[in-house]
C-alpha cells in the first residue's frame, strides 16, 4: 500500500538549539494545518528543538504517537569525494562537508541508510507519517526520492517548519507531491532558517 511521508524541518531556533517564539507559533501553525491529516506516528530527531517541535505539532493532533528516532535526527547523510562532484563547485562543497567532525562525517552515512530503512517505500496498509527532522535528512529523502546522485543532498535547502510530502506508492516511482510548502505560515514567520540569498 502507498506511504505519504510528511517531512519539516523543526521550527526556528536559537544558536543554542531551543525554539524561538517564532519557532514555536511556526510548530503550533504546522499542527493546525496537519489537524485533519490520519497521521499513524510523529517521529522526530533527539535535538531539543525537533523534540519540541515535535510536541508542539502532536498538541494539535490528538491521540498521535510522538516517537523519537536518532535516524530522524541532524547528520550528515553522505560524504561526497571530489571525483563524483561536477568541477565547478566540487571546492565548495567539500570545504562545507570538510567543515563537520570526523564522527559526524564517519556516523552520518549508517543513520541515513537506517532513515531510509523506517521511513520510506510502500507498506502493507495505507499510512501517512510525519518526520520532524533537520535540513540534511530532508535533502537526502527528497534527493532519494528523486533517484538523483547521491552527492545532490547538498544545496537542497528547507525552510523552518515548511513542509515536504513524498509518496511511495506500488509499482511507481516515487514522487515529491509538493516541497517547502509554507502555506500554512503567515509571511512574517516564512523562509527562516533559508539561506538569505535565496528567500523571496
Known amino acids: 500500500m502507498t506511504r505519504y511521508l510528511y517531512l519539516t524541518r523543526h521550527g526556528d531556533a536559537t544558536p543554542d538549539g531551543e525554539l524561538t517564539d517564532a519557532g514555536r507559533r511556526q510548530a503550533a ?5 496537519l489537524a485533519d491529516v490520519p497521521l499513524a506516528a510523529v517521529h522526530h530527531g533527539p535535538r531539543p528543538r525537533a523534540a519540541e517541535t515535535a510536541r508542539l505539532v502532536g498538541e494539535r493532533l ?49 543513520l541515513a541508510r537506517e532513515a531510509m530503512e523506517l521511513f520510506t ?8 507519517e510525519l518526520v520532524v ?21 547538498l544545496g537542497v535547502n528547507h525552510c523552518n517548519a515548511a513542509l515536504t510530502v513524498i509518496r511511495y506508492a506500488p509499482g511507481r516511482p516515487s514522487s ?25
Open 121 to 128: 517505500g510502500p507498506v502493507a496498509q495505507l499510512r501517512h
Open 29 to 33: 501553525l504546522l499542527g493546525e494545518r
Open 176 to 200: 515529491v507531491l509538493f516541497f517547502n510548502d509554507m502555506a500554512h505560515l503567515p509571511a512574517e514567520l516564512r523562509w527562516t532558517g533559508f539561506p538569505p540569498e535565496l528567500r523571496l
Open 133 to 153: 527532522t533537520h535540513n540534511f535528512l530532508i535533502g537526502w529523502l527528497v534527493r532519494a526520492a528523486m533517484d538523483a546522485p547521491d552527492w545532490r543532498w
Open 62 to 110: 490528538p491521540g498521535v504517537p510522538l516517537r523519537e528516532s536518532r535516524a530522524a535526527g541532524d547528520y550528515l547523510p553522505y560524504v561526497p569525494v571530489r571525483e563524483e562532484l561536477p568541477e565547478e563547485y566540487a571546492d565548495r562543497l567539500l570545504g562545507f562537508v570538510g567543515q563537520f567532525p570526523g564522527d559526524e562525517r564517519r556516523d552520518g552515512p549508517a
